[in-house]
């Protein structure tokens, strides 16, 4: 089953917005076993809508189209299938009078041109939006068939695993799955799991991201999901619990879980990330429950002041120092009250500060039993560029939050390198 | 002159990196008036690309090819620009020395793989890689011309502006430039500006991101620059104060320069942003000179503990209220020894909070002179679905920033409802 993708708007040429809904839609499909063959961006003119779709279909099975079904005149997609089809545009019936009741809900007026939105080529199918006005199309041309969609992400999306997935891949001879681990390097992940790599019928994608790895596991064959199953199984078994989570569950869902299970809070004590690690643990609705609240000591007096970390310890050593981490997690889980406590000090760079190199960062975790944990996290320093800075800021709030995790479920430091406490 | 974009690599196919390459080299190439038509993205597979770059250069002038250009064996576009030139790969004696140069340098061995980075299309140009080890080929074919270049955004970006648009926009009939502003509506922008739209040979693009809106002038004619700069000092005069800057001028650094000029600096108190204040404003290298620190109280008894903010009024109005956001800014001003307080309190969602809707939300600015200035920006809650909160919590980073901007210039709250204080 090959699929090609056809998105389309001048705003995706012109580089305004940049092109997350075909990253989307090719993760999301190969997780299901459909390849993406090609993808094309073409703007808001007919014919050449009209073409990038009749191409696209000369090569594959399936093509979805994005775009292009709101209701101003640049928008095109509705046409071009009609004119691609070789039929009328006509009004659904059905179609004109949702449009009407959703505004009518509204209190506002329809304007005349929203009707174009009720449009559709002859003998179209019809996927309605369940998330918004547009409705989506679903035409069969040439043996292949034309799926548009709203580029709307969010309906885009549900449409696609509403709809076109289960259309599309119902016999799945691929299956694919992906793990998710942190803070720890690919290269010594590829190493482990090469008894993995070498079963019949299994493949291993690594898909880096600042301190994290995606793993992909890809099972091909009649048993597909059997297989990928046994795969799931030993890359857990090999890797053990540098394993945080699978598919969606990002780190920062993992410990907000975590940490509501135990109704338990964290308190963040931030100096070179600024408050990207209160921000992480923020973004899941609910997080009050988990998060109590953070302190950015960006200064190094501050760090006296408002965690007490100790004068006499940030004078001899600087600020960038294990003891300092750990005196941040403990001031600012005690000051704020939290169960556990989360801290961070180091370099981003891009100059080097109180002697120490771009990329010495520490973390410290302060919980209620005992001393707390600090580790130094084995950062590869990115280059020289400008965009160190901010690579550096995303990997120590990784760092951060995966050691908490470790902490959390009474695991030791892991694969990051353990000093100070 | 007409561009495509053919860019290579099954990561792309598959989702796992997202465009931006083409993104930045549609929005790089129409700032230089030369407009991309179409972009595709192929895998690595040598008949594919042929037959991508083909195609495109069927119907383009001009066609910029990345990726594909590294020492592995999935690294395919220079075979596939010397099958579609219809010669040989020949091995360049200049690059295989800078090669072996670099190697040396670092004091590693030369990988035998890595020499096919020194072979090149029999005839093709070469261009030299001043950040990195592949070079960029160009290539002359049917009447058009074909860039490849190194996938790696930084090495492709130097090139672009070093070598692909000085060749391709030598004559700039078109001028375009790119004004930022802040925290107003892009329909009000649009009503504003309705005399410029009308100039001859302009055109201006709205680029809407959460709060923001970039304005894109466009001129063209022969004398394309001198139109442009008569168009952007008619909208600085309509719109005013409301431009906070241009190009690259992003608002962390302008706020960044105007601290730094005054030698001053700023502290922030979040409570819904859990931190994304205090990361924008460390952004910058050098942002310890401007930002002092900052305060995450999520919950509330934090803004009374943390912030002083009187119980009292917590108590009578919950944590959502005009006067809490000025006693947080106020609160954290003082306790941290800045220049200026910023405080931000409100209901991200996707639930309301203390009896306030989504979108309630309110920014406190408190400076040396006088009251606190509080303002509650007028924001549109973005659907319903699970997005609103990360889509409003970026919206009260840019209100935050815009209106400590407007404090330190002694600018009136502008077009945000200003409430409270």
Redesign the interface.
Known sequence: MRVELVTIGD??????????N???????L?EHGL?????????DELD?IVE?VE?ALSRADAVIATGGLGPTYDDLTRDALAKAAGVALVRDAALERRLRERVAAAGRELQPMALRMADVPEGAGILVNS??SAAGLRVRLGGGVVYALPGV??EMRTMIDEVVLPELAGEHRVARRTLRTAGVWESVLATSLAPVEAMAGIRL?Y?PDPAEVKIRISATGADAPGLLDEAEASVRELLGDVVYGAGEQTLDRVVHGLLAERSATVA?A?S????????????M?G??AT?????????TA?KNE?LGVPADLLEAHGAVHPDVAAAMAAGVRER?GATYGVAVTGVA???PQDGQAVGTIFVGVASPGGEPRVIRPSLPVP?A???I??VL?RMTVVHALEQLRRVILGLGAGPAEASGA
Do not use: Q
């Open positions: 705003e995706l040429l012109l580089g305004d917005t940049v092109n997350g075909a990253a989307w839609m090719g993760r999301r190969a390849e993406v063959t090609r993808s094309v961006v073409v703007g050449v990038a191409e998330a918004g992400p969010f994608a898909l963040t931030e070179l990330t600024g408050g990207l690690i209160g921000a992480e643990l923020t973004r609705p997080s009050s998060y109590a609240g953070g302190m950015v000591t960006y200064s501050l408002l704020l760079g891009p100059e280059g560029g400008p965009e800075r901010e800021r």
